[in-house]
């Protein structure tokens, strides 16, 4: 079982500092884990990855969308859960924008 203190063992893709966002997921207990290559895109994070330059911290949905040769993707069971937002700028709403908002935020089922 993996958890989040294993992530301090790892070189980490990195991003620029005005790119990060939040405080960070590792647990105060957690060694500083070392710098990896510096990434700019969710591209450039999981060619790190795939050529073992780095290691990343994902959403399990990733697995599903973005299924990559040489990548495995292993759930963190003490992370906590990721709470995702729709934005879009004020000034270009529209009944398409507004469409679309309705129709993710409704509940789906999950799949087996």
Not at 12 to 19: I, S
Not at 45 to 54: D, N, Y
Not at 61 to 86: G, K, S, T
Request: proline fraction near 11%; charged fraction near 15%; glycine fraction near 4%.
């Amino acid at each position: 079982m993996l958890s989040l203190s294993n992530f301090a063992k790892f070189v980490n893709a990195g991003c620029r500092p005005h790119q990060r966002t939040g405080t960070g997921s590792a647990p105060r207990s957690a060694a500083p884990s070392p710098r990896g290559p510096l990434v700019t895109s969710w591209d450039d994070q999981l060619k790190a990855v795939s050529t073992g330059a780095a290691a990343i911290a994902t959403v399990a949905e990733a697995a599903h969308f973005y299924p990559w040769p040489n990548l495995v993707f292993i759930p963190i069971r003490d992370a906590p859960a990721v709470e995702w937002a729709l934005a879009w700028r004020t000034a270009t709403e529209s009944p398409l924008i507004r469409a679309f908002a309705a129709a993710v935020t409704q509940p789906r089922p999950r799949e087996a």
